[in-house]
């Protein structure tokens, strides 16, 4: 089992930033990539960015490509979404998943998941 802590969303007005924070617990960190995904109301969850496991490779949601910048500490077994220039769409619970796959784009293969944090970006 790994558990999964998210923190650091908040209001925050548009063109601000945001740095989410995911600690995980239980077994090895780098066993998993990491994934961050969102959902906002009535919408389905949908991919955002993901890490694999040593941290070398990156992939983003189109939309927030250089905007988002994922990234992952080892060592305090900790993923980190940072997020700049905020607009009012990205408002939504975010969470971080943990996957042994490589389709990171799929929520499906995520085996561990947050109990996200709620992102509100106001116009």
């Known amino acids: 089992q790994v558990q999964l802590v998210e923190s650091g969303g908040e209001l925050v007005q548009a063109g601000g930033s945001l740095r989410l924070s995911c600690v995980a617990s239980g077994r090895t960190f780098t066993n998993y990539a990491m994934g961050w995904f969102r959902q906002a109301p009535g919408k389905e969850r949908e991919f955002v960015a993901a890490?694999?496991?040593?941290?070398?490779?990156?992939y983003y949601k189109d939309s927030v490509k250089g905007r988002f910048t994922i990234s992952r500490d080892n060592a305090k077994s900790t993923v980190y979404l940072q997020m700049n220039s905020l607009k009012p769409e990205d408002t939504a619970v975010y969470s971080c998943a943990a996957t042994d796959y490589r389709n990171y784009e799929v929520p499906t293969v995520y085996k561990y998941w947050g109990q996200g944090t709620q992102v509100t970006v106001s116009s």
């Open positions: 890490v694999s496991w040593g941290g070398v490779n990156t």
